[in-house]
């Protein structure tokens, strides 16, 4: 009996493991924080069409990456830069020939809604002056975070980085440099266009020259974890494919094919 009964749970436990038992599980997306809105919104639409609802994950591109690296469960990802992409690749823990950069993003300064604030984004700009005393300006930390690396593109292009590095408020995302604007905890904020788009708390006061930075991509993948899963295949030609453009579209997002 008591053989009976291991042998009985072997087998349970090779069958939960199977590429097929995998299959029926949810799956598990690990994406950039300023996609989350549209995200939700693609993963409600597949549930619609009779499939298990999508397990989003949304945090800072660099956190996820490294999240993957160490292990972690995930399907699909979905960056916000090119180098967090570069470094799951370069670890071999991404289907290279799924590797697509589907989305582009602009970059903007904003303020809380109710500012007055007018400002030209432009080569020697004083954006200190804007500061007053003790303000700063929120957005992704620069060592790690996508949005926080464009914006330091941006304020060395404009000659500012070195004034404005030590006053700015360093989220450890998109979302949270957002919220920080959002509660007047910061006058100003640099985060990406869509971003600002979701908030009613805040407004664009000027975005900021495509030059001044290198463009905004959103490169997506299949994980090796995920390589034979044919939900994951299925799933991820949705996100990409031209029925989901439209919904990229009105989150804000360009379309890059």
């Known amino acids: 009996m008591l053989r009976r009964l291991v042998l009985t749970a072997v087998a349970l436990v090779a069958l939960a493991l199977s590429p097929g038992a995998r299959a029926q599980e949810p799956l598990t997306v690990f994406a950039a924080a300023s996609l989350t809105d549209a ?23 660099s956190a996820l990456a490294r999240q993957i690296e160490q292990g972690a469960p995930a ?70 975070v996508p949005v926080g690396r464009y914006a330091q593109a941006a304020l060395e292009w404009m000659g500012q980085w070195q004034a404005i590095n030590p006053r700015l408020a360093r989220a450890d995302n998109v979302r949270a440099a957002l919220l920080l604007v959002e509660r007047g905890e910061a006058p100003f ?18 975005t900021f020259p495509a030059e001044s930075h290198t463009p905004i991509t959103y490169p997506f993948a299949i994980t090796r974890r995920a390589e034979n899963n044919q939900a994951a295949r299925a799933f991820f030609a949705f996100i990409t494919s031209a029925e989901a453009a439209p919904t990229w579209r009105r989150f804000g997002f360009t379309l890059r094919h």
């Open 75 to 144: 399907d699909i990802f979905m960056s916000a830069d090119e180098r967090w992409m570069d470094y799951v690749q370069e670890r071999n823990l991404i289907v290279n020939a799924t590797r697509v950069s589907l989305l582009g993003n602009n970059l903007v300064l904003i303020a809380p809604a109710d500012s007055t604030a007018q400002v030209t984004l432009a080569h020697g700009t004083d954006l200190v002056a804007l500061l007053g005393r003790n303000g700063r300006i929120a957005t992704g930390d620069p060592a790690h």
């Open 189 to 206: 904020g640099i985060v990406y266009a869509t971003d600002a788009a979701a908030s009613r708390g805040v407004r664009v006061v000027a």
């Open 39 to 61: 995200m939700r919104d693609l993963g409600a639409q597949w549930r619609a069409r009779g499939n298990p609802a999508p397990r989003l994950s949304f945090a800072a591109s």
